[in-house]
């Protein structure tokens, strides 16, 4: 286990790409404790990293609402998928361990909870697309990647997003995950005030042109 104790957010309202990028970040910026999002999508949107090129990842997905994500990493499929996000507030110490570190730690709880599952032991070559190429600690089931996480850090802590999808997942995954990561936890709501927060970020920065087409 990692922590001493989490909190489990179950977000089971749906959001657009934009909203769900700012929840993420008005909640880390505002934890005390280390908190576990679990949440949904009410489009298929294509989430991309935060040094991506909106221009590529546009010909590569023109059908489908593209978000540019504040964490890194390549271009993730949502909509059926088990999104999540962890964040840890700048007081645990776990959230200034090496990107290294903390991916392998994470995911190697993730995968116990998974039947199957196994971490991946090397890097395959680069690719935009973000399960398409495997990197060390990426999850992987009979050598298909399954899992991956990108992360960011601040002043705030760590900020880790990640994606399961392409397998069958247990239906109390969420709270499995939570007890692999701390012996205690506690379920908690998302709260109107988090939403009335995120709703202006998502607004004035997650949905605008100059957030997506930044680079």
């Known amino acids: 286990m990692i922590f001493s104790a989490l909190t489990l957010v179950l977000d089971d309202i749906p959001h657009g790409g934009p909203l769900n990028m700012a929840?993420?970040?008005?909640?880390?910026?505002a934890a005390v404790t280390p908190l576990l999002r679990v949440y949904r999508w009410s489009d298929a949107a294509v989430s991309f990293g935060y040094f991506g090129e909106f221009a590529a990842v546009a010909d590569r997905w023109p059908a489908r609402p593209l978000v540019r994500r504040w964490t890194g990493g390549g271009e993730v499929p949502h909509g059926e998928d088990f999104?999540?996000?962890l964040i840890v507030p700048r007081s645990e110490a776990f959230s200034r361990v090496s990107v290294?570190?903390?991916y392998h730690r994470i995911h190697e709880n993730l995968a116990r909870v998974i039947p199957g599952a196994a971490l991946a032991k090397s890097d395959a070559a680069?690719?935009?697309a973000c399960f398409a190429r495997p990197v060390v600690a990426d999850v992987m089931?009979?050598?298909a990647k399954?899992?991956?996480?990108a992360q960011r850090r601040g002043a705030f802590g760590l900020l880790h997003q990640g994606s399961l999808q392409g397998?069958?997942?247990p239906a109390a995954l969420a709270q499995q995950f939570a007890e692999s990561l701390a012996p205690?936890?506690?379920r908690q709501s998302l709260g109107a005030e988090v939403l009335t927060q995120a709703s202006v970020l998502a607004r004035e920065k997650y949905a605008t042109d100059e957030w997506l087409r930044r680079r």
Do not use: F, M, Q
């Not at 399954?146 to 996480?149: S, T, V």
């Open 184 to 186: 205690k936890w506690r």
């Open 146 to 149: 399954i899992a991956g996480a």
């Open 141 to 143: 089931i009979n050598g």
């Open 23 to 29: 929840i993420d970040e008005v909640l880390a910026r």
């Open 100 to 102: 290294r570190e903390s």
């Open 167 to 169: 397998t069958a997942w």
């Open 126 to 128: 680069a690719n935009a």
């Open 83 to 85: 999104t999540y996000t």
